[in-house]
C-alpha cells in the first residue's frame, strides 16, 4: 500500500460513480452495500486505502464511461464477498448475512477499511476481473421455451446448447426447482408437453465458470449481493444439482459454438441463452444468426432445430423498469421468433399472457 493518494486529482467521475452505484444497490435489494459503498466512496475523497486500490479509475485520462462499464465497486465487492465466504474476513462476515451476519453495516467502516490493507494483494486481482454471474432464475423462461418445443416435438430427446452459459447452471433447468411456490417460483406455460430426457448439455462462454469446483462455486456465489437471501438460496440449489447433472463446458465464443453445432436423427438439438446478447459485437451477432439460420434450413421432421432466448426486451422510456422477452423459433414447423412470454431481468416470474 502506498501512502495514500492525493484527494482532489481526477476523482470527481469516480467519486460521482461510487455514490451512484451505492444509491442503486441500497435501492435494489442491498441495503449493506448501500452503506458500504457509501464509507468506500468518503474514503477515496479522504484519500485512504480504497483510493490507492482503485487508482486505475482515478485520474483525468479515465472516462466516467469508462468507470461505468467497468463497475469497480461490484469487483471490489465480489472481492470482498469472497474473503467472506471462503472465512479469511471474520469481522467483516459479522455484517455479511450470506454468512449469517446480523450486526448493523452503520458499524462497519474500520473493519471494511482494515479488510482493504490485509487483503490487497488479493483484492487488486479481483478487481481485474468483471463480475459474472449465473442467474438461475433465467431458467424458468428457458425451461417454458422447452415445453413449448417438447409439445411440438412429441417429446423427443432434448440436446441442450447455451452460448455465454457462465456457469452452466441452467443447462441443468429440467432438474432445478422451477415452478409455482418452488424455490425458482414461476408459474411455467399452459402447455400440453410430453416427457422428454435432456440427453446432452454443452454450454459456451469465453470465461465459462466450473461450478463443480470449490473456486467456481465462490466465484458464482461472491456475485450475488449477501443480503439478497432469496438469490443466494436459488444457486445454492442449484449448484447442489450441478454435482449430480453434469454438463460439458467449452470455453469458446458464442458464434464458434454455434458454428460447431451438427443435428442429429429422431432428437432435437435445442439452442439457448439469456442475458448475453448485449455482449456480443454486431459481426459476432450477425455470424450467430446466420449459423442459427443454416442450423434452422438443415432441420428435418427428423433431425429438428429449436432456438430459444430470454433477452432484453424494447426500451420501456424513461425510469420503467426493462422487460426481457422469451422468444422462441423452431424447425421445420416454420415458427420464427414467437414472442411466449416475458419477465424481469432475474427471470421470475414470468408472465406467459404475452404469447402471441
Ligand atoms: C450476464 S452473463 C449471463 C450468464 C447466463 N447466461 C445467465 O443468464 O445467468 C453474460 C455471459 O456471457 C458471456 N459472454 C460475453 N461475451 C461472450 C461471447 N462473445 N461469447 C460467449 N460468451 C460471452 C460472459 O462471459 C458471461 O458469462
Known amino acids: 500500500m502506498t501512502g495514500g493518494h492525493p484527494p482532489d486529482v481526477g476523482t470527481g467521475p469516480l467519486l460521482a460513480y461510487l455514490r451512484s452505484q451505492a444509491a442503486y444497490c441500497a435501492s435494489h435489494g442491498s441495503p449493506l452495500y448501500g452503506v458500504l459503498g457509501g464509507f468506500l466512496a468518503d474514503d477515496v475523497e479522504a484519500g485512504g486505502p480504497t483510493a490507492d486500490l482503485l487508482a486505475a479509475w482515478i485520474g483525468p485520462q479515465v472516462r466516467p464511461e469508462t468507470i461505468s462499464d467497468d463497475v469497480p465497486l461490484l ?41 482493504l ?45 447455451e452460448i455465454g452459459t457462465s456457469g452452466g447452471l441452467n443447462l441443468r433447468a429440467d432438474r432445478l426447482p422451477v415452478g409455482p411456490g418452488q424455490l425458482i417460483d414461476s408459474p411455467l406455460p399452459a402447455v400440453v408437453a410430453p416427457p422428454y430426457e435432456v440427453v446432452e448439455r454443452i454450454g459456451g462462454d469465453l470465461f465459462p465458470v466450473d461450478a463443480e469446483t470449490t473456486q467456481g462455486r465462490l466465484i458464482l456465489t461472491s456475485y450475488v449481493w449477501p443480503d439478497d437471501v432469496r438469490r443466494l438460496e436459488r444457486l445454492r440449489a442449484a449448484l447442489a444439482v450441478a454435482v449430480d447433472v453434469p454438463a460439458q463446458l467449452l470455453r469458446i465464443g458464442a458464434a464458434d459454438l454455434v458454428e460447431s453445432i451438427e443435428l442429429r436423427p429422431g432428437m432435437v438439438t435445442v439452442l439457448w441463452h439469456s442475458v448475453m446478447w448485449q455482449y456480443l459485437d454486431a459481426a459476432e451477432r450477425a455470424r450467430t444468426l446466420a449459423a442459427v439460420a443454416a442450423l434452422g434450413a438443415q432441420a428435418s421432421a427428423s433431425a429438428r432445430f429449436a432456438y430459444v432466448r430470454f433477452e432484453r426486451g424494447p426500451d420501456p422510456g424513461a425510469d420503467r423498469p426493462w422487460r426481457h422477452e422469451v422468444r422462441l423459433s423452431s424447425w421445420p414447423d416454420g415458427v420464427v421468433d414467437l414472442l411466449i412470454g416475458s419477465a424481469p431481468a432475474h427471470g421470475v416470474p414470468v408472465d406467459w399472457s404475452t404469447v402471441a
Do not use: I, K
Open 75 to 115: 469487483r471490489l465487492f465480489g472481492g470482498l464477498h469472497r474473503l467472506v465466504l471462503a472465512r479469511q474476513a471474520p469481522e467483516l462476515a459479522l455484517y455479511f448475512p450470506s454468512v449469517g451476519g446480523t450486526a448493523d453495516p452503520a458499524g462497519a467502516r474500520p473493519v471494511l477499511l482494515a479488510a
Open 117 to 161: 490493507t490485509t487483503h490487497e494483494r488479493v483484492l487488486r486481482q479481483t478487481l481485474e476481473r468483471p463480475p459474472q454471474t449465473n442467474e438461475v432464475g433465467r431458467s424458468a423462461p428457458l425451461l417454458g421455451g422447452l415445453a413449448h418445443v417438447a409439445g411440438w416435438t412429441g417429446g423427443l430427446p432434448v440436446r441442450l446448447f
